[in-house]
């Protein structure tokens, strides 16, 4: 059965007659794995190795999901046929984007993913760190990031948690997005009002008004990274709390990208102001137009 029909109801499987975990292939990870390269990453809800494949033969990025976190978030989308990160990733295919070769649940009960493992850097820590490797290379970037994005809105995803930390950069300078937990079908039921998951300070003022969302969603996240890479800031200052996160959000003017890095030019703080406008009809339509704003600043080679 294709994901198409599985999210349409154009079919009947064992996971819409309320055992989503019947039929997945079910792994020892101990056995099956080499785990002694470490943990290289944690988020709230799973942990991420570098390991070996003894199955497939070769080095993989395994993602571990608690399994009781996951089942909290999945409540949330009661009566909905919310696919699985592991169904939504193995959708996915696109060169912008980390490819998954396999999910399923472990001995232990746990989901997993099996995915390529990406030899190179989070794009939070080129930005932070002001690496050599970004001069130059900042517009390229951002534009592979806009064809990722475009794919799945074309193939009706949102991914709800677009942010320099979610994102990849190998050492052929080719960018992967990255970590689908919070991907939803984009659909009528999936965008009503309430959900405020998500990471802060990308979160749309639609999101924290609960308002009814949309793609723009991830064209403002878009927006907030753009501001990352090309000013090395946040257009509203963090806090460490994210209800005065939401309130600057709402009620304060961003910052210009040439308050943040006064090197650059207007043009460039008009498209990224544009691309983080309050009301979803101001900003870009769609990513690709962010990325033909992108390509047509008087300087692209940032």
Known sequence: ???????????????????????????????????????????????????????LGRTVC?????????????????????????????????????RTYEHGISTSGEPYLVMEWVDGL???????????????????????????????HDNKWLHRDLCTRNVMVDKEDVLKLIDFGLTIPYTPEFCVPGN????????APEIIKRKTTDHRV?????????????????PWERSVSSEETFRRRLNTKPRTAKELNPKLGDD??????????TDPADRFPTATM?????????????
């Open 62 to 98: 395994l993602k571990l999901l608690d399994k009781e976190k996951t089942k909290t978030f999945e409540a949330r989308f009661a009566g909905l046929k919310k696919p699985s990160e592991g169904e939504v990733c193995l959708a996915l295919k696109h060169d912008n984007i980390v």
């Open 218 to 234: 991830d064209l403002f996240a878009l927006g907030v990274t753009a501001y990352e890479v090309l000013a090395g800031g946040l």
């Open 1 to 55: 059965m294709g994901l198409f029909d599985f999210l349409f109801g154009k079919k009947k499987d064992a996971r819409s007659a309320g055992n989503p975990k019947k039929g997945l292939k079910r792994v020892n990870i101990d056995k099956r794995f080499d785990l002694s390269a470490g943990k290289v990453g944690q988020g709230s809800m799973s942990k991420v190795y570098r390991c070996y494949d003894r199955e």
């Open 196 to 203: 405020r998951t998500g990471t802060p300070d990308i979160l």
């Open 290 to 302: 962010f990325k033909k704003a992108l390509l047509g600043l008087e300087d692209n080679e940032y």
């Open 122 to 152: 989070g794009l939070n820590y080129l930005v932070e760190t002001r690496a050599p490797q970004m001069k130059g290379k900042r517009i390229n970037y951002l534009c592979q990031l806009c064809d990722a994005l475009q794919y799945m």
């Open 268 to 277: 460039v703080s008009d498209v990224l102001l544009r691309a983080i406008a």
